[in-house]
């Protein structure tokens, strides 16, 4: 029966002999030819000022052109205010792709800066034969990063032409006749249109782009360490790492993109009556895409920005922030009368408003990497979800006092070969969880936002005990880590109050211990035999 297909389909194997397609579609894209122009130089020296005082200077330059294309096969940004050919009553049109080297549009992505100069300080001062002091600063610019070339919009929308094969005139109750997995595409097979759309390219529907307005990311670096030297060879240390980024993307590592197409919240106060459906003004016009469909739309969707666009949604927006603070403590001996390590703890805060952040607990993929607000990024600024405030890391080798030389089994014999020679090493760290990311499943918003949170009640989202206790054996996983009675659902045409990260519970911490055995022994003249044995993990959590 077609109009209830049975999901096993005994007769797939049949319809595949019969050349019968289900689905399928065939990309063409014109060649691309990417490239970025980069050049850098630096000048170093190094002063010793007196025997305990040595300086560092250093003035590094970079000069980087955005992305371009060889044939100009590329979207260099969205035109916020480039006035429409097509005007329909009731609303202003205005917006569209820029393409590379149309219209007075540059040939390159973003807008990198042309004074990248990059200066270096350091210095290390020994004011006794046992103390080092040593301090820097430098700023750095981070070469951009650019999505990969795709029809998505990132780069070459328009230049990427997809056919979709042709299986059913009739809504799937019959195979197409005279289609087949021989001739799949009847209607001939569609051609890339290159920029020819210009501004009207995407109405109707979602355009990812690149922010023409990016700018270069930067970093400024700073540092101060004391290190001193203690009796029994111990070397001890303190030091502070600061760090302060500006110009960041805002999708961080992800490239996760900023709807500028989103509803300004002060339409908020409209409530139920954004979902009003009311006369469309792009009814019938095939220039507007799916939006001439239908004889009504949505209020919110004449609303916006853009009204004949769906999502606009910009990658690799510049407006990302960080400061990192962090504490560095450690206590240091070399391997000397059978024993050695190095034992540092670090204490560290870092916050930024990148979005785009993932870490193992918390899955940023989807709406959950995107603003709350695009009108406001700097709301966004908190505790960054890859935070772990604390972090001790020590490795440790003891040799065992047995065998040749040692306090036991010194005397040759089979317990020495079999007992003597060996080492234990240690290795491991502790560090605390992350902060964790907590939205709604359900967004109703209604301004097209790609999220909503929920609102705080006041009480704590911390519950007792370890991994153990909340171990749940039905899912395979931890279960009640949160109190949900911290949270309620915000109401419908709000944000919520709830911050972007919550530090007042974090993931898990996670530990490792790592042990080992080893043991040399000489077998003549040059050659040696090692046996190790290894644990890895050996207090699992």
Same mark, same amino acid.
């Given at each position: &029966?077609?109009?209830?297909?049975?999901?096993?389909?005994?007769?797939?194997?049949?319809?595949?002999?019969?050349?019968?397609?289900? !689905?399928?579609?065939?990309?063409?894209?014109?060649?691309?030819?990417?490239?970025?122009?980069?050049?850098?130089?630096?000048?170093?020296?190094?002063?010793? /000022?007196?025997?305990?005082?040595?300086?560092?200077?250093?003035?590094?330059?970079?000069?980087?052109?955005?992305?371009?294309?060889?044939?100009?096969?590329?979207?260099?940004?969205?035109?916020?205010?480039?006035?429409?050919?097509?005007?329909?009553?009731?609303?202003?049109?205005?917006?569209?792709?820029?393409?590379?080297?149309?219209?007075?549009?540059?040939?390159?992505?973003?807008?990198?800066?042309?004074?990248?100069?990059?200066?270096?300080?350091?210095?290390?001062?020994?004011?006794?034969?046992?103390?080092?002091?040593?301090?820097?600063?430098?700023?750095?610019?981070?070469?951009?990063?650019?999505?990969?070339?795709?029809?998505?919009? *990132?780069?070459?929308?328009?230049?990427?032409?997809? $056919?979709?094969?042709?299986? $059913?005139?009739?809504?799937?109750?019959?195979?197409?006749?005279?289609?087949?997995?021989?001739?799949?595409?009847?209607?001939?097979?569609?051609?890339?249109?290159?920029?020819?759309?210009?501004?009207?390219?995407?109405?109707?529907?979602?355009?990812?782009?690149? &922010?023409?307005?990016?700018?270069?990311?930067?970093?400024?670096?700073?540092?101060?360490?004391?290190?001193?030297?203690?009796?029994?060879?111990?070397?001890?240390?303190?030091?502070?790492?600061?760090?302060?980024?500006?110009?960041?993307?805002?999708?961080?590592?992800?490239?996760?993109?900023?709807?500028?197409?989103?509803? %300004?919240?002060?339409?908020? !106060?409209?409530?139920?009556?954004?979902?009003?459906?009311?006369?469309?003004?792009?009814?019938?016009?095939?220039?507007?895409?799916?939006?001439?469909?239908?004889?009504? =739309?949505?209020?919110?969707?004449?609303?916006?920005?853009?009204?004949?666009?769906?999502?606009?949604?910009?990658?690799?927006?510049?407006?990302?922030?960080?400061?990192?603070?962090?504490?560095?403590?450690?206590?240091?001996?070399?391997?000397?009368?059978?024993?050695?390590?190095?034992?540092?703890?670090?204490? !560290?805060?870092?916050?930024?408003?990148?979005?785009?952040?993932?870490?193992?607990?918390?899955?940023?993929?989807?709406?959950?990497?995107?603003?709350?607000?695009?009108?406001?990024?700097?709301?966004?600024?908190?505790?960054?979800?890859?935070?772990?405030?604390?972090?001790?890391?020590?490795?440790?080798?003891?040799?065992?006092?047995?065998?040749?030389?040692?306090?036991? *089994?010194?005397?040759?014999? =089979?317990?020495?070969?079999?007992?003597?020679?060996?080492?234990?090493?240690?290795?491991?760290?502790?560090?605390?969880?992350?902060?964790?990311?907590?939205?709604?499943?359900?967004?109703? $918003?209604?301004?097209?936002?790609?999220?909503?949170?929920?609102?705080?009640?006041?009480?704590?989202?911390?519950?007792?005990?370890? $991994?153990?206790?909340?171990? %749940?054996?039905?899912?395979?996983?931890?279960?009640?880590?949160?109190?949900?009675?911290?949270?309620?659902?915000?109401?419908?045409?709000?944000?919520?109050?709830?911050?972007?990260?919550?530090?007042?519970?974090?993931?898990?911490?996670?530990?490792?211990?790592?042990?080992?055995?080893?043991?040399?022994?000489?077998?003549?003249?040059?050659?040696?035999?090692? /046996?190790?044995?290894?644990?890895?993990?050996?207090?699992?959590?």
């Amino acid at each position: &029966d077609p109009l209830n297909p049975d999901n096993a389909d005994p007769y797939a194997l049949a319809a595949f002999l019969l050349g019968y397609p289900s !689905s399928g579609s065939i990309p063409v894209s014109a060649p691309i030819n990417a490239y970025i122009n980069y050049y850098a130089g630096y000048a170093q020296d190094d002063l010793r /000022v007196n025997p305990n005082l040595t300086v560092n200077l250093g003035l590094r330059y970079e000069f980087e052109q955005g992305l371009q294309e060889v044939n100009n096969r590329l979207t260099v940004g969205f035109d916020r205010d480039r006035s429409w050919p097509f005007q329909v009553p009731g609303v202003t049109l205005k917006g569209g792709l820029e393409y590379a080297g149309v219209d007075g549009y540059p040939t390159h992505q973003s807008d990198p800066s042309k004074a990248k100069f990059a200066p270096r300080a350091g210095f290390a001062w020994s004011p006794n034969a046992k103390t080092v002091v040593r301090g820097g600063y430098g700023l750095f610019w981070a070469p951009h990063q650019y999505a990969g070339i795709s029809s998505t919009g *990132l780069g070459t929308r328009g230049f990427t032409q997809t $056919t979709d094969m042709v299986a $059913t005139r009739d809504g799937g109750l019959t195979p197409c006749a005279g289609c087949s997995i021989v001739n799949p595409f009847p209607n001939s097979i569609n051609q890339p249109t290159g920029s020819a759309g210009g501004i009207l390219t995407g109405a109707g529907g979602t355009v990812q782009f690149n &922010d023409q307005f990016r700018k270069s990311a930067y970093v400024h670096q700073y540092s101060l360490d004391i290190q001193r030297e203690l009796p029994g060879r111990i070397v001890a240390g303190i030091g502070y790492i600061g760090a302060t980024s500006r110009h960041l993307g805002l999708g961080g590592n992800d490239n996760a993109t900023l709807n500028i197409n989103q509803l %300004d919240p002060k339409y908020l !106060s409209l409530g139920s009556a954004l979902l009003d459906q009311v006369p469309n003004p792009f009814f019938g016009n095939p220039v507007f895409g799916n939006f001439a469909d239908q004889p009504t =739309i949505t209020r919110r969707q004449l609303l916006r920005p853009y009204p004949q666009f769906g999502d606009l949604l910009a990658a690799q927006v510049s407006g990302g922030k960080a400061q990192y603070h962090s504490v560095v403590v450690r206590l240091e001996r070399p391997i000397a009368n059978g024993w050695g390590g190095r034992i540092n703890y670090t204490f !560290s805060s870092n916050k930024n408003n990148i979005f785009g952040e993932l870490n193992q607990f918390s899955n940023n993929s989807g709406d959950r990497n995107r603003p709350l607000n695009s009108y406001d990024v700097d709301a966004e600024y908190a505790h960054s979800i890859t935070e772990q405030p604390h972090r001790l890391n020590f490795g440790l080798t003891g040799e065992l006092p047995f065998g040749k030389g040692k306090a036991h *089994l010194s005397e040759p014999g =089979i317990a020495r070969v079999l007992f003597g020679g060996w080492a234990v090493t240690a290795t491991g760290y502790f560090q605390s969880g992350f902060p964790a990311a907590i939205i709604q499943s359900t967004n109703t $918003t209604g301004i097209f936002t790609r999220l909503q949170r929920p609102n705080l009640t006041g009480t704590s989202p911390a519950t007792s005990g370890n $991994t153990d206790s909340h171990y %749940d054996p039905s899912c395979g996983c931890i279960a009640n880590w949160f109190n949900p009675a911290a949270w309620s659902t915000a109401p419908a045409f709000t944000f919520g109050n709830s911050p972007r990260t919550e530090t007042d519970m974090r993931t898990p911490f996670k530990t490792q211990t790592d042990v080992a055995f080893q043991k040399v022994e000489p077998i003549g003249g040059s050659k040696q035999v090692m /046996v190790r044995f290894e644990m890895i993990n050996i207090f699992p959590t």
